[in-house]
């Protein structure tokens, strides 16, 4: 079974301009979650998607925005970049989402999309 | 809010030795679930074992271990017989059964190193 896919792995942007990565999740899993890895701020929950709908939210700005479709693919959006947006940005799924602990809720990461904004 | 706190930035171990890596965590719930994460150089983050606050026996998996001090709010990785394979970034993670879905609450990360 195919791993978290994340596309694209590197992008470079300037400031003002706009993005959107992609994640695939593991085929059956419904849930995805969004996070972003900087040096200075380390990993941050950005936000979660399961079956469609937006479950959970971090602090980020408006700027930042996702959505998720169908197939269970989720996209991430940030408009107007600002040098601080630079970072790896994960996602992970899971079969499900919450409750107790199980392989049905079980994280797996997929390989970062790394974000350059100059 | 939670929060988790990884207060070694680097460590190193020879290979063949032991290592334990320390996680404190903050919270007000009775229920939540507690990870260890491996991130390589690859940047692909690993599950490498969990631990369910419930449960007073502490999670094994081969060569990892965990000690979880519940009214202590601790939660360390003993890496026996360590391999070169393990150096990497180890992340301590929460995640609250009650309110917060499959969101994860990172630690600041523990630089492993392993010498020949």
């Known amino acids: 079974k195919a791993g978290v896919t994340q596309t694209p792995r590197y992008l470079i942007k300037t400031r003002g301009q706009q993005v959107t990565l992609s994640c695939s999740p593991i085929s ?3 849930s995805v979650s969004w996070y972003q890895q900087t040096p200075g701020q380390g990993l941050q929950f ?3 998607y399961f079956s469609e709908t937006q479950r959970n939210k971090g602090n980020f700005p408006g700027r ?3 959505r998720q479709f169908s197939n269970s693919r989720s996209e991430m959006n940030v408009s107007t970049l600002e040098l601080g947006d630079s970072a790896l940005y ?3 799924s899971s079969l499900g989402t919450g409750g107790s ?5 079980e994280q797996f990461f997929g390989p970062g999309t790394r974000l350059t904004v100059l | 809010a939670q929060t988790v706190t990884q207060s070694q930035p680097e460590m190193s171990v020879q290979e063949a030795e032991t290592v334990t890596l320390s996680c ?3 919270t007000s719930e009775s229920d939540y679930y507690l990870f260890w994460y491996k991130q390589p150089p690859s940047r692909q983050m690993i599950l490498v074992i969990r631990q369910e606050a419930y449960k007073q026996q502490n999670a094994t998996e081969n060569r990892f271990s965990v000690n979880f001090q519940k009214a202590a709010k601790s939660f360390s990785l003993k890496i026996s017989d360590s391999q070169l394979g393990d150096a990497a970034m180890y992340f301590c993670a929460y995640r609250s059964e009650e309110t917060s879905g499959s969101r994860l609450t ?3 990360g523990t630089q ?3 010498n020949p």
């Open chain 1, 64 to 66: 930042f925005s996702g």
């Open chain 1, 28 to 30: 059956g899993h419904r």
């Open chain 2, 24 to 26: 404190t965590y903050d």
């Open chain 2, 112 to 114: 492993l190193t392993v």
């Open chain 1, 46 to 48: 950005l936000f979660e």
């Open chain 1, 101 to 105: 602990l199980s392989s049905y809720n």
């Open chain 2, 106 to 108: 990172f630690g600041e």
């Open chain 1, 90 to 92: 994960l996602c992970a």
